[in-house]
C-alpha cells in the first residue's frame, strides 16, 4: 500500500502496521510545521539517538519549503524517501526515524539507528598472546566497519540480504573482487535469498543448518566460525566468503576444510619458526586426543602382545566397574564439570572447577570407581581438546574417539581398525557449502597450499 498525501488516512494505516497502540516502546509524535501541514514522526524510543530525534523533529517544525526538498535539507547524513506502508514500517522497527507529511506522498526516512551493544572486546575463546584485543560484537554495522579499519580497499564487496519474514536479520556476505571464486559466491548468494523462513532464532547457526544438508550421524564441523576481525579478513585477503549476522558476534569462514581448524591467529603474530612449532604441536596433541584411549584400550585388552616397554601402562582393573563403563563415565562427568562452571560466577567459576575435578577424582579412585590410569588419560585427553578452539571439531574428535574406543574395547585389533576407517570415510565424505572437498588441498592435492597449511611460512606479499 502506497502513502496517499492524506495525512488522516495515512497515519491511520501506519498506526495499523505498527499495531501502535499495542506497543508502548513505540513513539508518535505528532506536530504542525511553519507552513500549517500536519507531520507524524515515527520512531522506537531505545534505538534511536535523542538528539538526533529532537534535531530531526525541531527541523521539520521549522522548515517552510516545499515538502520534495525537505529530504535534501535534512541535516543528517543518510536520508531517503519512501512512499510503500510496510517499506516504511520495516524501517521504523529496525530503529530507522520515519517522518509524515499532509500533501506528500512520501515519507522521509532518517537513518539513525542506536542499537544497544556492548564494547569491543577480545573474545573470550579465541585469545591470543600477541595482536589486537578487539573481537565481533552483536551490531552489524559495526562488525563490518571492523573490516573496513583493516582492508581499504575498494573491492571489498560487502552485500546485505534480508532474511526471515518476522525478524527481517540483515545478513552480510563480505567478499574481495577478484579474489573470491565467482561461481562459489554466486552459490552462496542464491542459497541466502533462497532461504525462507520466519526467523533466525540461532543467528549464524541458523543460515548453517539451512546453508548445509546436515547428516545427523557426521560430526564433524563443515563451517568455522570466529569472533575476529584480523581472523576474518587474512581469509578475506586469500579469498574466502564471509557471512556476517546482526544479533550475532561471529563470522562464518566459506569455504572450510578441516585443515582450517589447525590455524590459530597466534601462529601469525609470531615468527615462522615459533609460528610453525606452534602450529606442529598442536596437529601432535590433537592426535593424542584423538588416539590416547583406542591406543590404550586395544593395550588393555591385548595384554601379551604389548610390547616390555609399554607393560607400565597395563592396569589391573581392581575397580568395581568394567574399563568402558569407568571411562564413560570419567567423560560425561568432565562435560558436567564445563556445564557447571558455565553456570558459576565468574570469580568462582575457575577455582570450583578445578577443586571440583581434583576432589571428585580423588574420591572416585579412593571409592574403587575408577582406576587412577583412567583419570590421568582422560584429563590429558580433556585438556588437549582446549589446544584448538572450535568446540565443534572437539565434540566432533570427542565422538570419535569414545566410538573408536568402544570397538577397541569390544572387538580388539579389528574393532580399532574398521573404526578408524569409519572416521576416515566420514571426513572423506563431508562435504561443506558449494561442494569443495573437506580434505582440500589433500584431496584433491595442492602442494603449495597443503605447505602453508601445515607449516608457518614467511609473508612475502
Known sequence: ?????????????????????????????????????????????????????????????????????????????????????????????????????????????????????????EPENDKVLRGSRDGFGESLILNTSLIRRRIRDANLCIENIVIGASTRTDVAVCYVDGLADAPFLNTIKKKLNAIDTDSLNMGAESIAEM??????????????????????????????????????????ILPTSIFDFIQETDDFYFPPLVGSYLRIIRIIIVLLTLYLLPVWALIQSNPDKTPELLKFIIISNEAQLPLIFQIFIAEIAIDGLKLASLNTPSMLGNSLSVVAGLILSDFAVAAGWFEPGVVLYVAITALGTFTQVSYELGFALKFMRLFMFLCASLFGLW????????????????????????????IPFNGNALKRLLIRTKKTH
Open 415 to 442: 574393532g580399532f581398525i574398521i573404526s578408524d576407517l569409519l572416521m576416515k570415510v566420514l571426513i572423506i565424505l563431508n562435504k561443506g557449502v558449494g561442494g569443495r572437498g573437506y580434505l582440500y588441498p589433500l
Open 1 to 121: 500500500m502506497q502513502l496517499t498525501g492524506n495525512y488522516l488516512l495515512d497515519s491511520s494505516h501506519m498506526d495499523q502496521a505498527l499495531n501502535l497502540n499495542r506497543a508502548f516502546d513505540l513513539t508518535k509524535r505528532e506536530f504542525v510545521n511553519m507552513k500549517g501541514a500536519k507531520c507524524a514522526l515515527y520512531a522506537v524510543s531505545g534505538l534511536i539517538k535523542d538528539t538526533v530525534l529532537t534535531e530531526t523533529l525541531n527541523f521539520f517544525m521549522r522548515f517552510d519549503g516545499e515538502s520534495e526538498q525537505e529530504i535534501a535539507a535534512i541535516p543528517y547524513i543518510e536520508t531517503a524517501n519512501m512512499n510503500q506502508i510496510e517499506d516504511i514500517k520495516n524501517a521504523v522497527l529496525k530503529g530507522d526515524t520515519a517522518i509524515l507529511r499532509e500533501h506528500c506522498r512520501s515519507a522521509a526516512i532518517v537513518y539513525a539507528r542506536n542499537y544497544p551493544m556492548r564494547g569491543i572486546e
Open 211 to 252: 546453508l548445509i544438508k546436515k547428516r545427523w550421524y557426521n560430526p564433524f564441523p563443515k563451517i568455522r566460525y570466529t569472533e575476529r576481525p584480523d581472523t576474518v579478513c587474512a581469509h578475506l585477503l586469500e579469498g574466502s566468503i564471509i557471512i556476517l549476522c546482526d544479533n550475532y558476534p561471529a563470522a562464518m
